[in-house]
Structures are given as structure tokens and as C-alpha cells.
């Protein structure tokens, strides 16, 4: 599952990636912001979305029945089918954004200069801008990868019986057996594989293995293979057309060499459509005025919302996921914030060899490391307390603390400092005075994953809880398994909107900080 899923994504993520950065400004960043909307959006309740979309009931059987087109719902769910599409779905972000900032990186006048000696468009894409692009697919693929290994929410929840995958498995012995041995091996099993594709495919990302492979391309193609004399041989016969050709294009490879088609205009649209339609759906939905969900809503109403907001069980557990992310982001901002500043003062060795331990936690599956932080806080007495909730949340937060505010003080000038303290300023005046306030967009913008990654954890959460202490997702994600509440349409569209409000956020912080960054640029200790 996890091979095809990554398989699918990168296939799709590829050209809407290369079609994202051939795009305008304007219309790139617009892209941008579409792909990282349901990718800030929580995972259940894009699997939730689905579980509308494919049901027996759902919107893809109601529309076909009422066209006549089937006399009966087909079975769109609860199948390997229908766990492809909810994997798929929710990793596609996940591969677009990798080789987005990838392909951004790679110098766009040596497809010119290609061109400019006569290479047609495909070749030229061929054979400069996929070589230089493959350290993109090769980060994206080995997260996706990675990840799809430890899935349990989406597997569960489309998929059938035999469609169980190693996750659910491990979290079934936490529920009810509590084989230690099994629980301890299967995890084992799943973070040997992971290892395993890290160490091999995830050691070089510089792109020299991706240019290896050339010089025996070109044997084969032209060496002492009948097919390599072959196409000498039309090579010779077609040289005065492409002289002629080459000599008319010497002069346009300045220009932009990639320009958007109807074709490619088309695709963009369906790969942004399958992002954000389900989200759609279930906000549409969430208003039905009927005594079930349905699309489109034969009237407006909004006795969903009421009904979430009248029922103290929802209110509770709203209440203890906004306690919980708090606190998680409170831990994991300071903590984050002061490794990722240590890492910036380490020799680059240390630096990456630490950076690789930090991230763990995000680049191993989830499941792998659930099981890892129970069996330490099933030993320190913590489950089911707040306190171990905090701490097992804090794991995979701080590891998106240092990501983020590790770039931002990539860019920071360092000789600010050095001029705070020829001015006979401290150390801690210096960072509080001069660097704190320059990355601290970073810092808010790393704030913010922190609390969304907590505000949106089931699989440890579901793990550690002790069955005392229940998260806003782990409530939904039981309802969804025992019964189809269209309440849930309600909680899920909230939590579709709620990364729309922090990129508002994200936008104001970093916007108003432009005119405090000039200032502490013109006067550093002021």
C-alpha cells in the first residue's frame, strides 16, 4: 500500500509541481497556498470527508442514482480502492511541496542555454531539469513513503479487513491483549523498514546520484547496441533540418523556456480540485438543514453547530485539546526554539548529525514512535495523565520547531550580533535585543505547526491516553468507527477552517514584522 500510494503521488505531484513553478508569481503563490491548506488540515477529517464522499450514501452513489446510471450503491468503500484514494489524498501535499522548493532552486538559463544549442523541449527537460530535480522526488517519495508506513487513521477507516496494515495491528495489541513482545516486534518491523529505505535512498541529497546514471544512458544509446547505430543513422539523415532548426532558436532560449497549455491548465485544476473538494463537500454538508447529511443541502441550517455546541461530551473534549496544544506549544516553542539556536553555533557534522536524531519523530512512523513514548511513559506512570499527553505531543512538535526556526536563522545575518556585542552588550541582551526579534516570525510561524501537529494527534494520542483522557480528534475519530454522527460534518468543517485562520495569522505576523526588521537592521540595541 505504502509503495503505490507513493507511487501515485509522485506521479501526480511532478508536473503540478513543475506547472506550480512555471506559473507566475502571483498565480504560484496562490497555488502555493491551495496546496498547503489541506495540508495544515487535519488528517481525520480529510478521511472523514471521504468516508462521505465514497458511503454507501455518500455523494458519489446519490449522484449516480439519481442520473440512472446504477440501479443499486456500487462499493466505494471500505476497500483497497478507497484506502489508495484517502492515502493519496492526504500525502499529495506532502510530495508537492519538497519538489516545489526544489525546482524553484534550479537555474532556469541552463534550460535556455539548452535550447539555444538546439535541444527540443523534452530533451531539454530530460536531460537538465529532471536530473537537477531528483533530489526533490527523492526527499518527497522517502517521506511519503516513510509515513504511508505507519498509517492507521485512513487504513481504518476505508479500508476493509484485509486491507489491516501492520499500524493497525500494533494498535489493536494496545487495546486489547497487550502483547508486549508483539507490540515491541511489529514495531521493530516497521522501523527496520524504515531505516532501511533511510539509510539507502536518503544518505545523498546534493542530486549527484540522480546525474550518475547519464554516461550510461548515453552508451546505450549510441555505443555498440544495434539501436545506438540505428539512431546515428537518422541522427545524420535529420542534422540539416535541425541545423536549420537550431539556427532560427539560437535566440529565444532567454525567454521563459516552460509556458502553461490548456492541457496543463486542466491538470492543475483536478489535482487542485481533489485537494479541496472533499473539504468543500463536508463544509457544504455541515449545513443541511435535513435529519441527515446530504448533498447539496436541501435547505440551510445550522443545528449541527448547535448541536456540537449543546453537547458538553464535544465541549469537554474541545476544552482539553485547546489545554493540551497550548501547553504542547508553550513546551515545544521554547525548547525548539533553543535547539535549533544551538544547533545554528555547531560544527556542520554535529549539527547534522543531531538535526537527524531531533527529527526522528517525524520521519519515523507514527505508530513506531507511539509505541516507543507508551512504553517510556508506562514506566515514568504517566498514562493517561495531561502531563504524559503534553510530553508525548511535545516529541513530534519540537522536531517542527527546529525545521522552521532552523531556516529562519539560516538566513540571519550573524554579524548583527557581532556588532551588539562590540557595543558592549551580553550575551542574553544580545539575543534578546538582536536575534530573538528577528526570527521571530519564524518562531510564530513554528508556534503554529506545533499546535496544529497536537491539535490534530490521534494515533499517540489514542496510545497514552488510558482510556481517561479524550482529545477533540480522538472523540471524533470514535465516533466515526462506531457510528456516523452528522455531528462529526460540523467539528470537521471547523477544523478545515481553522488553518485558514493561522495563515491569516501567519500573514499579519510576517507582514507587520517587515517594518520592525528595517528598524532593528538601522539600529540593532534600540
Known amino acids: 500500500v505504502s509503495v503505490v500510494a507513493t507511487a501515485t503521488c509522485l506521479i501526480l505531484a511532478y508536473p503540478t509541481a513543475y506547472l506550480i513553478v512555471a506559473a507566475s508569481t502571483r498565480v504560484r503563490m496562490v497555488l502555493i497556498v491551495l496546496v498547503l491548506i489541506p495540508y495544515l488540515t487535519s488528517g481525520l477529517a480529510r478521511t472523514y470527508a471521504w468516508v462521505v464522499i465514497l458511503g454507501g450514501k455518500g455523494l458519489i452513489n446519490n449522484l449516480l442514482l439519481q442520473l440512472g446510471l446504477i440501479s443499486s450503491p456500487l462499493s466505494l468503500i471500505y476497500n ?56 526533490g522526488v527523492r526527499s518527497g517519495s522517502l517521506l511519503v513513503f516513510v509515513i504511508c508506513l505507519g498509517f492507521y487513521v485512513t487504513p481504518a477507516a476505508l479500508g476493509g479487513l484485509s486491507d489491516a496494515m501492520l499500524s493497525t495491528f500494533i494498535e489493536g495489541q494496545v487495546e486489547n491483549s497487550f502483547n508486549v513482545a508483539q507490540i515491541a516486534t511489529s514495531a521493530f518491523i516497521l522501523l527496520g523498514i524504515a531505516g532501511i529505505v533511510l539509510l539507502v535512498f536518503g544518505l545523498d541529497l546534493s542530486g549527484k546520484q540522480g546525474l550518475s546514471s547519464q554516461p550510461v544512458r548515453r552508451y546505450w544509446l549510441g555505443g555498440r547496441q544495434p539501436l545506438g547505430v540505428l539512431t546515428r543513422n537518422v541522427s545524420q539523415l535529420t542534422a540539416p533540418y535541425r541545423a536549420r532548426r537550431w539556427m532560427t532558436q539560437l535566440n529565444q532560449g532567454g525567454g521563459n523556456t516552460v509556458s502553461w497549455t490548456p492541457a496543463g491548465a486542466t491538470f492543475v485544476v483536478f489535482v487542485m480540485a481533489f485537494l479541496l473538494f472533499p473539504e468543500l463537500v463536508v463544509i457544504t454538508m455541515s449545513f443541511s438543514g435535513g435529519a441527515f447529511l446530504e448533498f447539496p443541502p436541501s435547505g440551510f441550517s445550522l443545528q449541527w453547530y448547535r448541536s456540537f455546541f449543546d453537547d458538553p461530551s464535544w465541549i469537554a473534549a474541545l476544552a482539553t485539546s485547546l489545554q493540551i496544544g497550548i501547553a504542547v506549544t508553550i513546551v515545544s516553542t521554547i525548547v525548539g526554539t533553543l535547539a535549533a539556536y544551538g544547533l545554528s553555533r555547531t560544527f556542520p ?62 538566513n540571519f545575518d550573524r554579524r548583527l550580533e557581532q556588532a551588539a556585542k562590540s557595543m558592549r552588550a551580553g550575551p542574553l541582551q544580545t539575543f534578546t535585543r538582536v536575534t530573538l526579534p528577528l526570527i521571530r516570525p519564524g518562531i510564530v510561524g ?50 478545515t477552517l481553522l488553518p485558514v485562520l493561522w495563515l491569516i495569522v501567519l500573514y499579519v505576523t510576517f507582514w507587520r514584522s517587515r517594518p520592525g526588521r528595517q528598524r532593528s537592521l538601522s539600529n540593532p540595541l534600540t
Open 80 to 135: 483497497r480502492f478507497a484506502v489508495y484514494i484517502g492515502m493519496v489524498h492526504i500525502m499529495l501535499p506532502v510530495m508537492i511541496l519538497p519538489l516545489v522548493s526544489t525546482m524553484q532552486g534550479i537555474d532556469k538559463s541552463l534550460m535556455s542555454a539548452a535550447r539555444s544549442m538546439g535541444a527540443r523541449p523534452f530533451a531539454a527537460f530530460w536531460r537538465v531539469f529532471f536530473p537537477l530535480s531528483l533530489p
Open 446 to 495: 513554528a508556534s503554529v505547526l506545533a499546535f496544529l501537529h497536537s491539535f490534530d494527534e490521534v494515533v499517540v494520542t489514542s496510545l497514552v491516553n488510558g482510556f481517561s483522557i479524550y482529545t477533540l480528534p480522538l472523540k471524533m475519530w470514535q465516533n466515526i468507527r462506531n457510528q456516523i454522527d452528522p455531528t462529526i460534518a460540523a467539528v470537521a468543517s471547523l477544523l
Open 349 to 410: 557534522r554535529v549539527r547534522g548529525v543531531l538535526t537527524m536524531f531531533i527529527l526522528t519523530p517525524i520521519t519515523f512512523p507514527v505508530i513506531v514512535v507511539g509505541v516507543a513514548i507508551y512504553l517510556a511513559l508506562l514506566k515514568l506512570g504517566l498514562i493517561g495523565t495531561n502531563v504524559g499527553v503534553v510530553l508525548a505531543h511535545s516529541i513530534g512538535s519540537i522536531a517542527f520547531v527546529v525545521v522552521v526556526v532552523s531556516a529562519t536563522l539560516a
